[in-house]
């Protein structure tokens, strides 16, 4: 495996965790870069501290990514402790399980647009003003296929991530001229714990559009997250990376 040069970055993962933010948190570790990690599960956000330690210098803040006051405590307190932010990786993130969409109760579909949409919204609004003093950061969204296709009996997450992509898109022009660039990638369905709120019937679906005919490993997204990550990524803003193993048509 090769070593992406992230020497002497600090860098926020959202979701870090658990699932691709843990894998992300991994790689970032051992490419030089010091982790901090925002999760809102504080025991395993605890347990995930302790394990990624090993590799090096890891922080960790419990936080309810959709309240703006705790992702502002958030970064004041990440800045205090690794002195930057340099890349902010937004991976947290929920399905909010399975069904049609006049099934799908409406606190359930704020919630996972609340997560998934607004949550990446205030913290790239915390973090950005940051990034403009420093006069560097990149900023990498984890949006999905869903978002760019929409996938039956998950329209709540399918419209979170397609807002996520315009956000990207937005967020990326506004930031082009400032060496601060924001792009997101698109997987398609890693097998991770989020496969728990779902349905056997839709990770079936899933797999079956996949050319590729198996799941994404979180190494393999965090290989590209991680190079999106890094200086060598200095061309690519507001852009949409695919990772979704042949599915994606466009």
């Not at 590799?55 to 309240?67: F, Q, R």
């Not at 940051?130 to 996938?151: C, D, F, H, P, T």
Request: proline share 3%; hydrophobic share 45%; charged share 20%.
């Amino acid at each position: 495996m090769n070593r992406i040069d992230l020497e002497g970055r600090a860098v926020v993962i959202t979701g870090g965790a658990r699932g691709i933010g843990y894998a992300v948190a991994q790689r970032a570790l051992r490419s030089g870069a010091s982790v901090a990690l925002w999760d809102v599960d504080s025991e395993r956000l605890a347990r995930s501290r302790r394990e990624l330690a090993e590799l090096g210098k890891v922080s960790a803040v419990t936080v309810e990514l959709t309240d703006e006051a705790a992702v502002a405590h958030a970064t004041a307190q990440t800045v205090g402790e690794h002195g930057a932010i340099d890349v902010l990786i937004n991976c947290a993130g929920i399905t909010g399980g399975n069904g049609t969409t006049w099934e799908l109760e409406p606190e359930i579909w704020r919630r996972v647009i609340d997560v998934n949409l607004i949550g990446p919204y205030l913290t790239c609004r915390a973090v950005v003003p940051q990034m403009l003093k420093q006069g560097y950061g990149r900023i990498v969204n984890i949006a999905s296929v869903a978002g760019k296709e929409g996938n039956p009996n998950a329209s709540h997450y399918s419209a979170s991530k397609a807002g996520l992509i315009g956000l990207t898109k937005s967020l990326g022009k506004e930031l082009a001229t400032k060496n601060i660039l924001v792009n997101a990638v698109t997987p398609a369905a890693a097998k991770t714990e989020i496969f728990d709120s779902m349905s056997q019937q839709h990770i079936d679906y899933m797999l079956a559009k996949i050319p590729m005919n198996r799941f994404l490993l979180p190494e393999e997204a965090a290989s590209l997250i991680l190079w999106l990550s890094s200086e060598d990524c200095a061309f690519s803003t507001g852009a949409v990376f695919d990772l979704s193993g042949g599915r994606a048509t466009y």
